[in-house]
Nanobody
């Protein structure tokens, strides 16, 4: 049984930093891509970043490129999302996702099979 558990969310002022973690059990990072998504109240879920550990391929949404960085510990099955220079518009519930069930862009939420419960990130102005 695949389980994804996010942690590391919190409340920070604009310009601050947070590091989110996604710990996978029953799933190896070697298996397929993992992604981070976020959803603000009243908005659709949007892709933030995605990584494929086997070839270190990464993709970032334009809105976070240069501010957010993915990393991973393949032996511990953990994917990290380092978020710097946070902005109020980054406020959202952040979700981890794994394994693509069909073809599609790496930041397309609909293609991912497994999801975590989310961790809240709040950035105050």
């Amino acid at each position: 049984q695949v389980q994804l558990v996010e942690s590391g969310g919190g409340s920070v002022p604009a310009g601050g930093s947070l590091r989110l973690s996604c710990t996978a059990s029953g799933y190896s990072l070697r298996r397929d891509r993992m992604g981070w998504f976020r959803q603000a109240p009243g908005k659709e879920r949007e892709g933030v970043a995605s990584i494929y550990a086997l070839n270190t391929s990464t993709d970032y949404a334009a809105s976070v490129k240069g501010r957010f960085t993915l990393s991973y510990d393949i032996d511990k099955n953990i994917v990290y999302l380092q978020m710097n220079s946070l902005r109020p518009e980054d406020t959202a519930m952040y979700y981890c996702a794994a394994e693509r069930s069909r073809s599609g862009g790496p930041l397309e939420a609909a293609i991912y099979k497994y999801w975590g419960q989310g961790t809240q990130v709040t950035v105050s102005s």
